[in-house]
């Protein structure tokens, strides 16, 4: 799987107008973003959001409910899934 900053680097290459580099670009992020991958990843960040955990460096932080920007250590991502 390619990265978007591999098809920016190409796009500005091609011998393209801006407008045609733009839609070149837009088109294949939108398939870099349509991954199953990536959609699961939305999926499971959504849910944490809900339920109050938040991921940072691989760990697990869950959110202190007295507090608003306090997040207390919870466990490895591996164990959380």
């Known amino acids: 799987m390619r990265s978007v900053l591999y098809y920016a680097t190409k796009a500005s290459q091609l011998s393209f107008g801006p407008a045609e580099r733009s839609t070149y670009l ?3 992020i939108y ?11 939305n999926d499971v960040e ?3 959001e809900k339920l109050g955990y ?3 460096k691989g760990e697990v932080y869950k959110k202190v ?4 920007y306090t997040f207390k250590h919870c ?5 959380f899934l």
């Open 31 to 41: 398939i870099c973003l349509m991954k199953t991958i990536v959609i699961a990843m």
């Open 65 to 68: 409910q007295s507090s608003k």
């Open 46 to 48: 959504r849910a944490m």
């Open 75 to 79: 466990c490895t991502f591996k164990k």
């Open 26 to 28: 837009a088109s294949k």
């Open 54 to 56: 938040l991921l940072y």
